[in-house]
């Protein structure tokens, strides 16, 4: 594999128009936002985390205070500051223009989408120097499709963004290994501040990737000419700078407890145990890759063996050593999520797209790419299965999604087989990210708004304003479903009760008081309330799926009685 630009022009990127060939940039942007701006608007606030960072973000702006992190009355010291500012500077803007407001959770979800599209913009254009140009448009490309990365691109919270700090970081590492002669002090500052924006997002995490890539290219190299290009003398401090003063302010505003929780409660709890249930065995990262990397995994997979075995190629020897030291240490912490291995994704992207563009490219065993294509079918029906599944496991209705999917699905793996066997690798790539537009626009418009159980803190807002039109937040009590999309949907002061008996004495502690009582409760609630003697009626009901927990609810809301 030869990561270089190829001297003769490959047409396998016919599937792109010339116009938009001769415009990268964009057509990448083009495409992200037909890849992701389905579903954008219209799916409601998920929980957890998206709901847990929106509703800090709202706190923030409702209170002014933009140091301290906060989901209703809980301090919440586990990440920095960094995407919550991203995040109230985007509401600012759309609310000083009156396009949107701190109630619709779409705007808490334009850094994501904006991190996403700098992201791909970074992997094109630092790119080029590494895999040639065309070979970076269409690893950008392929990155774009990522289906984690368009869930991501869909979620307020950090690793869109954090993926656009590493990219951005990345490639210009890459530049002071490639050319350290020619690396100027300006990219040089370049390079620290972005790692102290990633800092301001994800802590540690962003500066981990190059650290470990520098460490590996050393012992790899037996030596680092590069870093003195990288200037550390002064660019680790203006690192440091960039984000020391809000870890000084919340120091002081928590009095310690940031660190001590961020730390030793969320980072050490996660390389130690899986934190919320989500720990896996070593390896859950290789045999999820086609999932989270759909459509182009498979692209990726048969370009490894060939990298592996060019790996003293300086291009391919830098993107190695971008993917390989971070890997196996998110395949050694315990706790694991899709999304946590997304910052190597633009180097796997590159290292695939440079090999389908290759035009004298050694193809992987026939074996090898039987099961690399066997991934990418297999997703995709998943994607249609799945949607079929949860359109008929909760809405009653069957047919109704896999008609709409399934087709989409086929025709993906189709027209991408159709090209890999005739030769076109580079278009089948190119394909995969195209039909990829119309798959996850059924999938996040069509399918996933219209699942109606699962949004079950709008409903339940809904409910409540058609019952008790008016109700301040904090007279309003819930048990058996507090989920933070509750207090994004309701407001920061809804009390999150524990138990039936405590909604009972929360609905007693006030004339005007409403509760909503899950069915597991409902007992204990009657119960309680028999014993006070207190007068109550019931309002209304909403029954959804609790997609966090795995099980159905039903909401009572209980209104004090005159």
Known sequence: MHISAPSSPDRSLGALPEALQRRPRLALVLLCLLLWLPGFFTLPATD????????????????????????????????PAGIHWAQAASVHVLEAA????????????????????????????????LVGRRAAFLGAAMLASCM????????????????????????????????????????????????GASMLLKGPVGPMVPLLAGITLAIADKGAPWL??????????LMVAAAAPWFVAIGIATEGRFFEQAVGGDMLSKIGSGEEKHGAPPGFYLLTFG??????????????PTAWRE???????FLLAWVVPSWLVFEAVQTKLPHYTLPLYPALMLLGAAWAMDPLRRLPPRWWRRVAFAALALVALGIALASEAAFGMLMRRWLEAGLLVLPLAALLVWLVWRSARQGGWGRAGLLGALLAVPLYAAVMEGVAPRLAPLWVAPRLA??????????????????????????FALGGEVSLLRTGRDAARFLGGGPARVVA??????????????????????????????????RWVTLLLFRRAA
């Open 48 to 79: 957890r985390d998206e709901s847990r960072f929106a509703q800090a973000t709202k706190q923030m702006l409702d209170s002014g205070d933009y140091v301290r992190i906060r989901v209703g009355e809980e301090e919440r010291n586990k990440k």
């Open 98 to 129: 009156r396009l949107g407001g701190r109630d619709d959770i779409w705007a808490y979800r334009v850094p994501s989408l904006l991190g996403g599209i700098l992201a791909v913009l970074a992997t094109f254009h630092w790119g080029r120097s």
């Open 148 to 195: 984690v990365l368009m869930a991501e691109a869909h979620i307020a919270k950090t690793d869109a963004a954090l993926l656009a700090t590493v990219a951005a970081a990345m490639g210009l590492f890459a530049q002071a290994y490639l050319r350290p002669g020619q690396f100027t002090a300006r990219q040089a500052a370049g390079f620290w501040l972005v790692l």
């Open 228 to 237: 003195r290009a990288l200037r550390p003398g002064w660019g680790l401090p």
């Open 291 to 304: 999932i989270a990397a759909f459509p182009g995994a498979w692209i990726v997979l048969c370009a490894l």
């Open 311 to 317: 790996r003293l190629n300086p291009p391919t020897r």
């Open 462 to 487: 809904a409910t409540l304003e058609a019952q008790a039109p008016g109700l301040p937040a904090r007279d309003f009590g819930i048990t058996g479903h507090s989920e933070p999309s509750v207090l």
């Open 517 to 550: 009582v899950g069915d597991r409760a409902e007992r204990d609630f009657r119960e309680e309330a028999a014993a006070l003697a207190l007068p109550y009626q019931e309002i209304g009901q909403v029954t959804g799926f609790n997609y966090t927990r795995g």
